[in-house]
């Protein structure tokens, strides 16, 4: 059989794995993490998610795992509410809807259906060496040992291995948006307020935001967005960070610090774009997803973008015949009208709508106060068919709405 080699068992790089063994590929997938990787909050099962997930035959699987959500809330300090969305706005099209699932549910979704399908998952590993020839590409893993496969796919996140042996570094293609973003699960206690099924939004000035969002039951999901172009990698130096970032906001900011600390999926990254202006391939190595792509949180198309993306690869793979004759010149062909099928829509989800950084994380009292009013505004009768009319030009959110989601 012919081998393919994956890097990253994250969105992207599962659902490909899905759609190669299907097709008679063997593939292997290396993680780093030492299992699959949990937390995250919601991603949504409308427009191309979908449309992939049905042809997987996992929309049911997924949608098992759909979150009960009332809507979003944006609020001031003690709770009360400046402006809210419920999901019923827009015919169920607006920021939060009913179809959304914990992104640790899809991964573990789409996981599961790798492994049905054959996929042998190496954990706790990676890739160390890419010796990239005519007849196929050695591999060197951090465990030892060396394989040749076909090709690889480098599906392994924003902050790619894969691009930075084989592409060059990160420094080359990262556009940082000047935000960081901290995200971890917090485990309900007798005294946490309760969501009561919407997702709650607090700003204060100088680009500090919280968000509690409802998660599995007896948990919420939180994000803390501060103004930052580089993080730490190292935990400890990233929790300092936030303490700093978060001194003296109000709302439940101390609460939320206290949480990040024992949260077991508490993560911490700037938010960036990743623009390779050069081809996502080099010879029988391709990327995928954030890797390739990056297109933010503040996108909302991440999760659809990866979805797609591994469709797109393994059609392109399909049509020019190259499980059944890895050549180069099929392999290269391949790749091409895959980037080809791609390159227009990851560049469209790019172009953020002017303000958009302002809106996610406002600087004073009076942005806050005007993306408050501005999301009542969007919801008043009269232009609520201007809105679903814009909603409609990409994707299934339009630009202002997809972008106000992250
Ligand atoms: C745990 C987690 C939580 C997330 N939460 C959110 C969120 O709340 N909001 C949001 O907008 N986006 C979130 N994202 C990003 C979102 O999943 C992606 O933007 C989108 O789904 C594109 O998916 P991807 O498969 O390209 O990348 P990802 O989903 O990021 O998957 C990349 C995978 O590659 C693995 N990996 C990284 N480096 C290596 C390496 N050297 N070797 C092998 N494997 C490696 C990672 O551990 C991960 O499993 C999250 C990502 C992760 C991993």
Redesign the pocket.
Known sequence: MTHALI???????DTLAVFLARDGWQVTV????PS??????T?DLRGDSREVLVDLGLIDSASAHLISQRGIAWIRADGSRLAEMPVEAFDGQGLISKEELL??DL?AVLHRAAKDAGVKHRFG???EEIVDGADGVDVRFRSGGRQRFALVVG????????RGIHFGPESRYRKPLGLA?A?FTLREQADTPALDGWALSYNEPGRRGLTARPGHPGHQ?I?MTFAAEDVPRDREAQLAVLDDAFAGVGWRADEFLAAARIAP?F?LDTYDQIRMDQAWSKGRVVL????AW??S?LS?L??A??LVGASRLADSLRRHDVRDIPAAARVAAAFESFESAMRPRATAAQKLLPGRIGMVAPKTTFAIRLNAFVMRALQARVLVPLVALLASGRGHHGPALAEAR?
């Open positions: 890097v990253g068992a994250g969105i992207a790089g290396v993680e780093l993490a699959l990787r949990t937390g995250g909050q991603v992104r640790s991964a590993d990676t890739i599906a392994d996140g924003a902050h790619s291995r894969t973003h995200w999901e994000g999926d993560a995928i997803g954030d890797a990056c297109t949180p909302g991440g999760t973008l990866a992250a």
